[in-house]
């Protein structure tokens, strides 16, 4: 399977600022999911949107979806030190299986 | 909210040694059970696909006689890593949903490392 892209690679901001984050797939999608990563730890689902929407809020996440584009943003708003970690995107393949974007490792300094 | 253990959360052996991680889905039943492999500041790769009561199936590349998966129940499944060897070394994440096209649930991973 072929594993999505995103971007930026890396991200550092001061806390309070917001955070955008791309990702781009190669094909056709039910939904676009996007995850958290802290250090050495798991992954947390964060949202997930469907391919007939455009736009979905979860506190102060943000995600866009524009199938057109075959392309995904999450923005994260007044962001905390809190926040920092690497998140990925992921797409469902045939048989539930997920594919990831390379992700973005975000730092948020206070 | 759905909560997967993953066990051990870190292990470090000599090379030969074969070691076994478990994946739980502590409270929900998981038909299928996802193991992936991370390597340092990449993304996730999945390994194999655990279905309970079949045998799992395997991506490309992926060596099933070296990385043995059984799915005995509803909820566990296990990974085994037969006569490891330093280049096994890795981060080893496993998942489960409730049912197709929800959002998956991970463990916290198992940090392996051969000497």
């Known amino acids: 399977s072929q594993q999505g892209e995103e971007d930026p690679q890396a991200l550092s901001i001061q806390e309070g600022e917001n955070a955008t984050m791309n990702c781009s797939y190669k094909t056709s999608i039910n939904n676009l999911q996007w995850y958290r990563q802290n250090s050495g730890r798991g992954l947390v689902h964060l949202i997930l949107i469907r391919s007939n929407e455009r736009e979905k809020h979860s506190g102060r996440l943000r995600v866009t979806l524009d199938t057109s584009k075959k392309s995904s943003s999450l923005l994260i708003t007044a962001s905390r030190a809190a926040d920092t970690a690497s998140y990925f995107c992921?797409?469902?393949?045939?048989?539930?299986?997920?594919?990831f974007g390379a992700g973005t490792i975000l730092r948020v300094k206070s | 909210g759905a909560v997967v253990s993953q066990h051990p959360s870190r292990v470090i052996c000599k090379s030969g040694t074969s070691v076994k991680i478990e994946c739980r889905s502590l409270d929900f039943q998981a038909t299928t059970m996802f193991w992936y492999r991370q390597f340092p500041k990449q993304s996730l790769m999945l390994m194999a696909t655990?279905?309970?009561?079949?045998?799992?199936?395997?991506e490309q590349g992926v060596e099933k006689d070296k990385f043995l998966i059984n799915h005995a129940s509803l909820t566990l499944s296990t990974l085994t890593v037969t006569s490891a060897h330093p280049e096994d070394s890795s981060f080893y994440i496993c998942?489960?949903?409730?049912?197709?096209?929800?959002?998956?649930?991970f463990g916290d991973g198992t940090r392996l490392s051969i000497l």
């Open positions: 998942s489960a949903s409730r049912e197709v096209n929800q959002p998956q649930h």
């Open positions: 655990s279905n309970e009561g079949s045998k799992a199936t395997y």
């Open positions: 992921a797409y469902m393949e045939y048989g539930n299986k997920l594919v």
